[in-house]
């Protein structure tokens, strides 16, 4: 078992380029999760899905779109990247919603 | 609503002493509540979990949690740490109703030095 995987692990954008963040999980897992990560900030919860064929907004979903493509794979998509969007960005899944969830690696990501 | 509240942002402790790291939530109902631990450079891993049952809850690495319903904390403690536990601490949050998602406190940042 691989457990959730995200590529890539680092990225380098200029400003108003698009980029999509891959996100995949192994654990037949129902609910799927997209973080970022800054400094002094904790995690915050971008965009979630419960089940596949829905998503949901989290805390901070401006400038970002999500995909769940099948039960396994759930995207991330900036479509036109900013320096504020500079993070490390994490994707996690859980059996059910609000359940225990399993982390990624994380996908390093700046925007000059 | 819920929330986490993680009282310190960075505690600094010697190899092998003590350590507590202190996890508060507001809920009206019960709770699930988490710990994790993220290494440098790494992903968030399970440290431990309370559902329901015993109070006191070990987990991996030497680690155990006590959840106090009446002072509505979680806090995390280890008898005696050792340098490779450097790492940022998170506690979590759901209610047994059951939202979504977990609610994450900011963290807090284990030093542990020789």
């Known amino acids: 078992n691989a457990g959730v995987t995200q590529t890539p692990k680092f990225q380098v954008l200029k400003t108003g380029q698009s980029m999509t963040l891959q996100c995949a999980q192994d654990?037949?897992?129902?609910?799927m999760y997209w973080y970022r990560q800054d400094p002094g900030m904790g995690l915050r919860l971008i965009y979630y899905?419960?089940?596949?064929?829905?998503?949901d907004k989290g805390e901070v979903p401006n400038g970002y779109n999500v995909s769940r493509l099948n039960k396994r794979e759930f995207s991330l998509r900036l479509e036109s990247a900013a320096p504020s969007q500079t993070s490390v960005y994490f994707c996690?899944?859980?059996?059910?919603?609000?359940?225990?969830?399993?982390f990624g690696p994380g996908t390093r990501l700046t925007v000059l | 609503a819920q929330s986490v509240t993680q009282l310190d942002s960075q505690v600094p402790v010697f190899e092998e002493a003590p350590v507590e790291l202190r996890c508060n939530y507001s809920?009206?109902?019960?709770?699930?509540l988490f710990w994790y631990v993220q290494y440098p450079n790494q992903g968030l891993q399970l440290l431990l979990k309370?559902?329901?049952?015993?109070?006191l809850v070990k987990g991996i690495n030497g680690f155990e949690a006590e959840f106090n319903k009446s002072q509505t904390s979680f806090h995390l403690r280890k008898p005696s740490v050792h340098i490779s536990d450097t790492a940022e601490y998170f506690c979590?949050?759901?209610?047994?109703?059951?939202?979504?998602?977990?609610?994450f406190g900011k963290g807090t940042m284990l030093l542990v030095s020789p």
């Open positions: 979590a949050v759901n209610t047994i109703s059951g939202y979504s998602t977990l609610t």
């Open positions: 654990m037949n897992h129902n609910s």
């Open positions: 899905s419960a089940s596949e064929g829905t998503t």
């Open positions: 809920s009206s109902v019960s709770v699930y």
């Open positions: 309370y559902l329901s049952g015993s109070t």
């Open positions: 996690a899944s859980s059996e059910v919603a609000g359940d225990e969830q399993f």
